[in-house]
């Protein structure tokens, strides 16, 4: 919050004077803006044009892990031989994690 500087300060006594109904209005006037709104709720009442994909049936051919491939230690992908960076007593690590 921006401080006045120039603006005339009150003194303990004045600001002592404030009255509990004001101080409630001015309560009710900051957090009027405010609205409760749960994210879950929100997130689950939206929907992107064209995302309905209930009707889809997706088809994925499952290729076992080839001759020329190796399965890297650190993120479990399957890569290409040449992606291999070190091995070392049989721990195989792809160039992405050998940092």
């Known amino acids: 919050m921006a401080t006045d500087y120039d603006a005339p300060r009150k003194t303990e006594e004045e600001q002592s004077e404030d009255s509990i109904e004001e101080l409630k209005a001015r309560r ?5 803006g405010k609205v409760d709104e749960d994210e879950t709720e929100a997130a689950e009442n939206f929907e992107l044009p064209g995302a309905d994909l209930s009707h889809e049936e997706l088809a994925v051919q499952v290729v076992p892990k080839q001759v020329d491939e190796f399965t890297c230690s650190s993120c479990f992908l399957v890569h290409h031989r040449s992606q291999l960076a070190s091995e070392k007593n049989g721990v195989m690590i792809c160039r992405d994690c050998d940092y």
């Open 28 to 32: 009710h006037e900051k957090s009027s």
